[in-house]
């Protein structure tokens, strides 16, 4: 199955893809969340409007639409109307600051800028004309397009941010899918999970390792336009969500809740990004919910994962027997993994070097700023075009592999730690 989200809504129209559990008002008591259940079929036929509004305003083939809000449904289905238009989707982060939200802009030369009105101060700060709000936009003509079936080659179809603003990377539908397949494959993703959204969907664990996973398995996605601790656990408790992905943080906030252990009761599998505190690991481990550790980039999404561990009560250490709790995990399914020196040479067996990734799952390359040279010539490359290998000296991409320049251990069991 592809990325698809009409070929989901074919096989199961009335199944909820989305519970949007924002609240309807602004300044709303404290854990209230508000349940409006979107189907599959019902999102689909939203991408579908989405892209006509698009066409209308003259968005084709190869374009490139930036979306500045928060989390909302409306950000999906502009993702999935992009791909029927073989158009490129930008989510810019509203966490940006009004100085720091240019840096996407001087990288790209985006067709048309979409925003909710609450984000109308990071907006004014964009250099580019061309906006419309999300309500002008469902309030724009509709013009009929001819569907595409998203298989534009390797032309991007998500391009992504680093938490500062740049780099830029790109991510073709191949690559998004390859993305979502060894997700569901490394933890055990299924129709029947229920995952709230604890991350931005502007953010490459927030959108591809969470909510793309969900939809791509026929999932259920909670999603509030910014994560509360309190509102998140209500939802958790309300909906009977099963698998929770996050970061250290968020994840830790969750378990500081009041009653969190008897709240959380339904949750069944965590992965958290990053090392996770002993205490916090444990409240999860007396919740009865799994927990594994994952390590992935703005240039993979997820590249290393643990196992998800042991809840049996039986088990002294409730981990699992062949970890180290300095481990990050092994490679994940479709993403290899090697260790080069400071020579070039890739290392064998037990050694410490520079993390290199390849697969399906890496992204194709950085977007450069338009009208600059680098040492290796690709970049200001046009996103349209060709992908850069090297940017600003975060990494480089080049002969089917991508440099981290991040040192790892490999143990004698395969498992990696960074050092």
């Given at each position: 199955m592809t990325l698809s989200l009409a070929r989901r809504a074919e096989r199961f129209p009335d199944r909820t893809a989305i519970v949007d559990v924002s609240e309807e008002r602004l300044y709303a008591p404290a854990e209230t969340i508000h349940e409006n259940r979107v189907t599959y079929d019902e999102l689909s036929a939203m991408a579908t409007r989405t892209a006509e509004h698009l066409s209308a305003l003259g968005v084709e083939t190869g374009d490139i639409v930036c979306l500045v809000t928060r989390n909302r449904v409306a950000s999906l289905a502009l993702l999935f109307a992009c791909r029927r238009l073989e158009a490129t989707f930008f989510p810019i982060s509203h966490w940006l600051t009004p100085a720091s939200v240019e840096r996407p802009f001087d990288c790209t030369d985006p067709d048309l800028v979409v925003s909710e009105a609450a984000q109308r101060d990071l907006v004014r700060s964009i250099p580019f004309d061309r906006t419309v709000t999300l309500d002008e936009l469902a309030e724009a003509d509709r013009d009929?397009?001819?569907?595409?079936?998203?298989?534009?080659?390797?032309?991007?179809?998500?391009?992504?941010?680093?938490?500062?603003?740049?780099?830029?990377?790109?991510?073709?539908?191949?690559?998004?899918?390859?993305?979502?397949?060894?997700?569901?494959?490394?933890?055990?993703?299924?129709?029947?999970?229920?995952?709230?959204?604890?991350?931005?969907?502007?953010?490459?664990?927030g959108l591809v390792r969470a909510a793309l996973s969900t939809l791509y398995v026929g999932g259920t996605l909670l999603l509030d336009r910014a994560f509360d601790p309190g509102d998140t656990l209500v939802?958790?408790?309300?909906?009977?969500?099963?698998?929770?992905?996050?970061?250290?943080?968020?994840?830790?906030?969750?378990?500081?809740?009041?009653?969190?252990?008897?709240?959380?009761?339904?949750?069944?599998?965590?992965?958290?990004?990053?090392?996770?505190?002993?205490?916090?690991r444990e409240r999860y481990r007396e919740a009865g919910v799994s927990v594994a550790r994952a390590y992935g980039r703005l240039e993979c999404p997820t590249a290393l994962s643990q196992s998800l561990e042991s809840t049996d009560a039986s088990s002294s250490t409730a981990e699992s027997p062949t970890r180290?709790?300095?481990?990050?995990?092994?490679?994940?399914?479709?993403?290899?993994?090697?260790?080069?020196?400071?020579?070039?040479?890739?290392?064998?067996?037990?050694?410490?070097?520079?993390?290199?990734?390849?697969?399906?799952?890496?992204?194709?390359?950085?977007?450069?700023?338009?009208?600059?040279?680098?040492?290796?010539?690709?970049?200001?490359?046009?996103?349209?075009n060709e992908l850069s290998d090297d940017i600003d000296g975060r990494g480089r991409f080049g002969d089917g592999w991508f440099e981290t320049g991040e040192r790892f251990r490999r143990t004698s069991k395969d498992a990696y730690r960074p050092q």
């Open positions: 009929s397009f001819e569907a595409t079936d998203g298989s534009g080659g390797e032309l991007p179809l998500l391009l992504l941010h680093g938490d500062d603003g740049r780099p830029i990377v790109g991510y073709s539908e191949r690559a998004l899918e390859w993305n979502c397949i060894s997700n569901l494959v490394t933890w055990r993703l299924s129709a029947d999970d229920v995952v709230p959204l604890v991350t931005p969907l502007s953010a490459a664990d939802a958790v408790e309300s909906e009977t969500a099963t698998f929770l992905a996050g970061r250290n943080q968020s994840l830790s906030d969750l378990t500081a809740e009041s009653g969190f252990a008897d709240r959380a009761d339904s949750l069944e599998r965590v992965v958290v990004e990053g090392p996770m505190e002993d205490e916090v180290n709790a300095t481990d990050v995990g092994r490679p994940v399914p479709d993403c290899r993994v090697r260790l080069r020196d400071a020579d070039g040479t890739v290392l064998e067996g037990e050694a410490t070097g520079r993390l290199e990734l390849s697969g399906p799952v890496v992204a194709g390359g950085y977007v450069n700023a338009a009208g600059t040279d680098d040492e290796n010539g690709d970049a200001g490359a046009d996103v349209r």
